[in-house]
């Protein structure tokens, strides 16, 4: 019973979208991050007033229009990996871009705020 059910195609697909859910709230995250380490790399460079004005109006709208075409992207690679049977692989496959995206993220707000802190 127990190994009829990791094999069977309901599983796959409940855990196919249980892996879509993850990824898509990590990718809504980096987003927002990289909507961020644009507003502190501003800073760095000691960006005006319309850099901020821009970046808060169309800036956000340019960050995050790619994140509803991931999304979309994103549930059709784990739907095609249930279907040939790939889905571990393609999942371990988007947690290493998301991971080194998010490892990025961080470590542009961590030099950001670094200069920040030693400009002040």
């Known amino acids: 019973m127990i190994s009829n059910l990791r094999t069977?195609?309901?599983?796959?697909?409940?855990?196919a979208y249980l892996w879509f859910i993850v990824f898509a709230a990590g990718a809504l995250l980096i987003?927002?991050?990289?909507h961020s380490n644009i507003?502190?790399?501003?800073?760095?460079?000691h960006a005006g007033r319309a850099f901020y004005r821009?970046?808060?109006?169309?800036?956000?709208f340019v960050v995050f229009?790619?994140?509803?075409?991931?999304i979309v992207i994103l549930e059709a690679y784990l739907?095609?990996?249930?279907?040939?049977?790939?889905?571990?692989?393609?999942?371990?496959?988007?947690?290493?871009?998301?991971?080194?995206?998010?490892?990025?993220?961080?470590?542009?707000?961590w030099v950001t705020a670094f200069?920040?802190?030693?400009?002040a």
Do not use: C, D
């Open 65 to 70: 229009s790619p994140y509803v075409f991931v």
């Open 115 to 119: 200069l920040l802190l030693r400009g």
């Open 39 to 45: 507003l502190q790399v501003g800073a760095v460079l």
């Open 31 to 34: 987003t927002l991050g990289l």
């Open 8 to 15: 069977s195609g309901s599983f796959r697909q409940a855990a």
């Open 54 to 60: 821009l970046m808060y109006t169309a800036g956000a």
């Open 79 to 109: 739907r095609g990996g249930v279907k040939k049977n790939q889905l571990w692989q393609r999942a371990r496959k988007i947690l290493i871009i998301e991971a080194a995206l998010g490892g990025f993220s961080l470590l542009v707000t």
